[in-house]
């Protein structure tokens, strides 16, 4: 079972450009979500979407885009890439409500020099 | 406001023993759960167990249990018989319905070494 796939895994981005994270579950789930996690701190909400067509912002979403044309796929989008941006980040996806199965992909470490 | 509390920034424990993270949270909501995660140096997020607000019984799962204190918000983990590969980070989080789509919202985490 893929689960959530992530792309890349690692990547190296100069100041100023631009690059999308992919992500794409096969579980048919509606909430979809990205979170970014800097040295030794928890993960932090960047985007979240409730449905294909729908998505909101978190608690740190600037500099970021994201889309959700279909059920499957959220990337995400970094514009003009500063090093603030340097992170782990994960993406997520559940089915709905406040149970217990949201699954994560295995992460994108990304550095921007 | 900070939802998740975990007030360890890290722990040591050595190899057999029982230890317990702790980790407070913050909400009004009637409905909620509460999550532990381990992540190990290699970066995934493991999901340990899982706490609902209406489980009456305290969840486990194999070594593992949530001490589940609902009136003191209070959900801390316990491991018992420590191996050295639950070395890792261990983040509480919770998912709430008025909280942005059902996300999840973590705490900082807890360091875990267990020593020989």
């Known amino acids: 079972n893929a689960g959530v796939t992530q792309t890349p895994k690692f990547r190296i981005l100069k100041i100023g450009q631009s690059m999308t994270l992919q992500c794409t579950q096969d579980?048919?789930?509606?909430?979809m979500y990205w979170y970014r996690q800097d040295p030794g701190m928890g993960l932090k909400l960047i985007y979240y979407?409730?449905?294909?067509?729908?998505?909101d912002k978190g608690e740190v979403p600037n500099g970021y885009n994201v889309s959700r044309s279909t059920t499957e796929d959220f990337p995400l989008r970094l514009e003009l890439a500063a090093p603030s941006q340097t992170s782990v980040y994960f993406c997520?996806?559940?089915?709905?409500?406040?149970?217990?199965?949201?699954?994560f992909g295995e992460g994108s470490w990304l550095t921007v020099v | 406001a900070q939802k998740i509390t975990q007030t360890q920034p890290g722990m040591f424990v050595q190899e057999k023993e029982a230890v317990t993270l702790d980790c407070t949270y913050d909400t009004s909501d009637q409905s909620y759960g509460l999550f532990w995660y381990k992540q190990p140096s290699s970066g995934e997020m493991i999901f340990l167990i899982y706490q609902g607000s209406y489980d009456e019984q305290n969840a486990t799962e194999g070594r593992y249990s949530l001490n589940f204190q609902k009136a003191r918000k209070s959900a801390n983990l316990v491991i018992s018989a420590s191996q050295l590969g639950d070395s890792a980070m261990y983040f509480c989080?919770?998912?709430?319905?008025?909280?942005?789509?059902?996300?999840?919202?973590f705490g900082k985490g807890t360091s875990l070494l267990v020593t020989p």
């Open positions: 979407s409730v449905g294909a067509g729908i998505t």
């Open positions: 997520a996806s559940s089915y709905l409500g406040t149970g217990n199965t949201i699954y």
């Open positions: 579980m048919n789930h509606n909430y």
């Open positions: 989080a919770m998912r709430e319905g008025s909280n942005s789509g059902y996300a999840l919202n």
